[in-house]
């Protein structure tokens, strides 16, 4: 008993389709370009993410204003005044 080839394929060794080599060639040569404008947004988006993630308190300072609120010689008129007046600017 003999078996003959359905099809003109020979079984040991096949051959590849057309579209894997393409596929091939186009994956070594592929590459991005990214022009100036996307690269400046790009920077500009790292940096705003930044600014978010950093803490709005700087200690230091707050330690100072602290110490001078609680020095009872601090508080007269001229500070009165003045934080008056900033509140007034800014409301107006």
Known sequence: MTI?????MDPIQPKKPAGAERADRNARSD????SSEALEKAELFRVIELVKTAPDERAD????????IDDPNY???TVLSGTADRILDQLL
């Open 4 to 8: 003959d080839r359905l099809n003109p």
């Open 61 to 68: 300072k707050i330690a100072e204003l602290k110490a001078r």
């Open 75 to 77: 508080i007269d008129e």
């Open 31 to 34: 590459s991005v370009n990214l």
